[in-house]
């Protein structure tokens, strides 16, 4: 049994346990009795080395040694109330006796291993969290829902990233995917992350943020060792967007990623840019290539951030997910709902077997506050 799996049996309501205790503990009683019962030439007591087999299948190391013990005692008991001990009884006693403590010892390497994995598993979950802090609900007159989908069942976190920034009347976005993945990735992410949290409130205009995180990844990028293959084709694709409280002109500037879908009054649109920026990184190919393309965006519009891990999710067929035809179905959605039609949807497209890490982002535009209840906007930071 995988660690998970036997932590998803701990977790299950007690009476589901004790009913899959009772399995070997009535095959003991039923296997006494009828070797009790049965002529002197039938011997059945050498199955009960089944009892503490199965148990190692759901039990911990303590109920196994239980039920290996009270199997052993079982086949004494049987022992003495027929001929005795004859030689070939004792040996199949003494067999039970070893096999009971082999499957405690399993059972114990198990546990051990399984609890190492659960404090692993914790530890990313921490690292993720503080990575990736969960975004609110609301942010300035957005409404936000967001989610991050690990290709990896043991993983928590990867390269995928996102941010949002409250700034001077303005909300700042950010979405990437770091290429590559395993720790190097992750690193790229919180390195980007930190230098956007940082940055955000620095920069005036978009392009001179994107210019900041540009030579941010390429500072982090000489640290790599000279025996890295690799480290001259490590970049990050981002897509930055700026939404204004008052105003429904809304910018972005996009290296290399995939374009976001504009939902408004039942239609979906793609907002593809006929000449992005290069991905964070590379912009030393084209220093001058930041063009910032702006749209509108207006009350209760919805925007749709995606990393490729959701486009590049193929089915059985090798179909790639058709994000933009499905979202035309829940185009009346929460961001909040929206996303969890998309995390179902996209679960069963590809049988829960994603390919990539993925990242979704929604925001929706909702009327503005009155005047003075967001004066403290300049300094709130959602991350």
């Given at each position: 049994m995988e660690a998970a799996q036997y932590f998803a049996f701990v977790r299950?309501?007690?009476?589901?346990?004790?009913?899959?205790?009772?399995?070997?503990?009535?095959?003991?009683?039923?296997i006494s009795v009828a070797d009790v019962c049965a002529p002197p030439d039938v011997h059945l007591s050498p199955l009960l080395v089944v009892a503490p087999a199965i148990t190692t299948a759901f039990?911990?190391?303590?109920?196994?040694?239980?039920?290996?013990?009270?199997?052993?005692?079982?086949?004494?008991?049987?022992?003495?109330?027929?001929?005795?001990?004859?030689?070939?009884?004792?040996?199949?006693?003494?067999?039970?006796?070893?096999l009971s403590i082999i499957a405690t010892l399993m059972s114990f390497a198990r546990d051990r291993n399984a609890n190492e994995l659960a404090q692993v598993r914790s530890v990313a979950e921490t690292a993720q969290q503080a990575l990736l802090r969960p975004l609110p609900d609301r942010l300035g007159p957005l409404r936000i829902a967001s989610s991050y989908l690990a290709a990896a069942k043991q993983a928590a976190m990867g390269g995928d990233l996102y941010a949002a920034a409250r700034i001077d009347g303005r909300t700042r976005v950010i979405i990437g995917d770091v290429r590559g993945k395993g720790l190097a990735a992750v690193g790229e992410a919180a390195m980007l992350l930190g230098a956007f949290r940082e940055a955000t409130h620095r920069y005036a205009t978009l392009p001179a943020l994107a210019e900041a995180l540009d030579r941010s990844i390429c500072r982090h990028l000489t640290e790599f060792p000279e025996t890295d293959e690799e480290a001259e084709e490590h970049f990050i694709t981002a897509l930055l967007v700026e939404l204004s409280d008052h105003s429904p002109v809304a910018r972005m500037?996009?290296?290399?990623?995939?374009?976001?879908?504009?939902?408004?009054?039942?239609?979906?649109?793609?907002?593809?840019?006929?000449?992005?920026?290069p991905p964070l990184g590379m912009w030393g190919l084209a220093p001058d290539d930041h063009p910032t393309h702006s749209f509108c965006f207006q009350f209760s519009d919805s925007l749709l951030l995606y990393t490729d891990g959701v486009v590049e999710a193929r089915d059985r067929d090798r179909n790639f997910y058709p994000l933009e035809q499905r979202i035309a179905f829940w185009t009346r959605s929460s961001p909040k709902a929206l996303v969890q039609h998309i995390e179902r949807d996209l679960s069963a497209h590809c049988?829960?077997?994603?390919?990539d890490d993925a990242a979704i982002l929604a925001l929706q535009r909702t009327p503005p506050p009155r005047l003075g209840l967001h004066r403290g906007d300049l300094v709130t930071e959602a991350h």
């Open positions: 299950q309501p007690w009476q589901l346990r004790r009913a899959l205790v009772a399995i070997p503990l009535v095959l003991i009683v039923a039990a911990g190391y303590r109920l196994t040694a239980l039920i290996g013990a009270l199997a052993v005692g079982a086949h004494r008991l049987i022992d003495e109330l027929q001929i005795g001990l004859a030689e070939d009884r004792y040996a199949q006693l003494v067999g039970l006796a070893l500037i996009n290296c290399g990623h995939p374009p976001p879908l504009l939902v408004r009054r039942g239609q979906v649109r793609c907002l593809s840019c006929a000449d992005p920026a049988h829960g077997a994603l390919c």
